[in-house]
């Protein structure tokens, strides 16, 4: 909660920018407001002034350039994303550092710079606010909205009106609307930040939460035997559902355990004795999300029968239904995996995930066969990955098989040959640039979603190479404006239209 008050303080600063010397005790124009006691209240505590004519103008709106040069005094955020530079800021205007430093930062949504134009002296509105406030907040995900005119927010704002509203920093009005393109008052800011105060005073600060990620944070070592079953307890964050741990040579020597809350109890049994590394895998409980730990055991020669050995889960072979092929073409790919394995993932030579196994195989002899289909989305000589899983996630340490595909592009009618974004992943507001290479046939793509419905057009270009080797080039310049996984597909058109086979493309923002 003291961040959040810390917050709003960026606006209360707000209200003595342009502020006289008038007293504390009283303002001329706020005998009948519905905010006196809060603005009083925050005058003698000193944190806001009226004017020197001794009022205090309660209903003034506070300016774009004054909401943002604010923020960023109070916050310094920092920041690389590129910016749209808008022609009405310069070097002369008293709020060009800010602006710089809010818009590296990423705070800016386009909507306040349409036209070229960020408009500095107009008054901020709520949505807007809402938005600077909830990027250099980094609010968490709530619930969903209740606002009776929520269809009347900007898309970009939707979310960011919901978590500064439901983190009290300011919410809405009493017939239920929020007012989105309203004004942002001197009298609103007041009365928030009193209501904040008050409530710092009653509660203590909030603890830090944890990463909402599945993680061994520690390790409480024991002494092990060959054999012999050891609890191993482990310290983690609560997103973790399993854990299993194995030894250097991909052997389970521990399963799932007795789990409190971030504390989990796993019965071990080594099954080769002396120094050795063994690594802890803290999954989902759905197995989306593994990550590993590792960490050094000394097992000691056991006196008696050793326990049998269970292989982690491992790709055997991979077999593709052909190894050249046309861009736009599927390729089906036939997997062979331990008894063990139960999931397959297909990774990229950068390690990101492009395609996985249909949750169906054949058992044949001690093994299982997996099916996998993949579209290639570049065309070239490509090197792949298969790794191996099962309920507790994948394990690439001790079940990666590669294998080569040679991808060839269509020249005949206008063809994506590659697709390159400047990120995987992308924050809330945050900008991005995708890259589209096609052949000489292309004059224009488009990026459209799962529906067919086109995002964005390019038409500008530049040509790279001669001859049979020459490529266009096309650059989109896009913000995430909407959380979650985007699928969609890059089309190449010429004058005639666009190409019916599109290439896969996948962001994901948060």
Not at 72 to 83: A, E, I, L, M, N
Not at 159 to 164: E, G, I
Not at 289 to 310: G, H, I
Request: hydrophobic share 40%; proline share 4%; charged share 20%.
């Amino acid at each position: 909660m003291k961040k959040m008050i810390s917050v709003v303080l960026v606006c209360a600063l707000a209200l003595s920018m342009t502020a006289g010397l008038a007293s504390a005790a009283y303002f001329d124009d706020i005998t009948n407001h519905w905010a006196r006691t809060e603005i009083l209240e925050m005058a003698d505590a000193g944190v806001i002034n009226g004017y020197a004519d001794g009022t205090f103008r309660p209903d003034r709106p506070i300016t774009r350039a004054e909401f943002v040069a604010l923020v960023v005094r109070r916050y310094q955020p920092k920041g690389t994303y590129d910016v749209i530079w808008p022609v009405d800021v310069s070097q002369t205007n008293w709020y060009y550092d800010s602006f710089v430093q809010a818009a590296r930062a990423g705070l800016i949504p386009d909507a306040m710079l349409s036209g070229r134009l960020f408009r500095g002296d107009d008054a901020i509105t709520r949505e807007e606010a809402a938005y600077i406030l909830d990027r250099v907040l980094g609010l968490e995900e709530t619930g969903p909205m209740l606002y009776t005119d929520r269809g009347q927010i900007t898309v970009y704002a939707m979310d960011a009106v919901n978590r500064v509203s439901k983190a009290g920093i300011f919410g809405g009005y009493a017939d239920g609307t929020f007012r989105p393109q309203g004004e942002l008052t001197r009298a609103e800011v007041a009365a928030v930040l009193a209501r904040l105060a008050r409530k710092e005073a009653e509660e203590p600060e909030e603890p830090v939460p944890m990463p909402n990620e599945p993680m061994v944070l520690s390790v409480v070592n024991a002494t092990y035997t060959v054999g012999r079953t050891t609890q191993l307890v482990l310290y983690t964050t609560t997103a973790v559902g399993a854990i299993r741990i194995l030894d250097e040579s991909g052997n389970v020597v521990g399963v799932g355990g007795e789990q409190g809350y971030g504390i989990w109890t796993v019965p071990v049994t080594p099954v080769r004795a002396g120094q050795q590394v063994f690594t802890a895998y803290a999954s989902t409980a759905n197995g989306a999300k593994t990550n590993s730990y590792a960490f050094t055991v000394s097992v000691e020669q056991p006196a008696a029968n050793l326990v049998p050995v269970t292989e982690a889960p491992k790709v055997v072979s991979v077999t593709a239904s052909a190894s050249k092929l046309t861009l736009g073409d599927a390729v089906l790919l036939t997997v062979t995996a331990n008894e063990t394995a139960t999931r397959i993932r297909m990774l990229d030579s950068k390690g990101a995930e492009v395609s996985v196994d249909t949750g169906v195989y054949q058992t044949v002899g001690k093994n299982r066969v997996f099916a996998v289909r993949y579209i290639p989305t570049a065309s070239g000589k490509q090197t792949f990955t298969l790794v191996a899983g099962d309920e507790y996630g994948f394990y690439p340490q001790t079940s990666p098989v590669t294998f080569t595909l040679e991808v060839t592009a269509r020249q005949d009618v206008p063809t994506v040959t590659k697709v390159v974004a400047s990120t995987n992943t992308v924050s809330l507001g945050g900008r991005f640039t995708v890259t589209v290479t096609a052949n000489t046939k292309t004059t224009r793509v488009c990026l459209a979603d799962a529906l067919g419905a086109i995002i964005s057009e390019q038409t500008s270009y530049k040509t790279v190479g001669t001859g049979t080797k020459a490529v266009r080039v096309f650059e989109f310049e896009l913000r995430a404006t909407a959380s979650g996984t985007f699928t969609g597909y890059i089309y190449a058109g010429g004058e005639s239209g666009y190409t019916s086979t599109g290439m896969p493309f996948t962001m994901t923002v948060r």
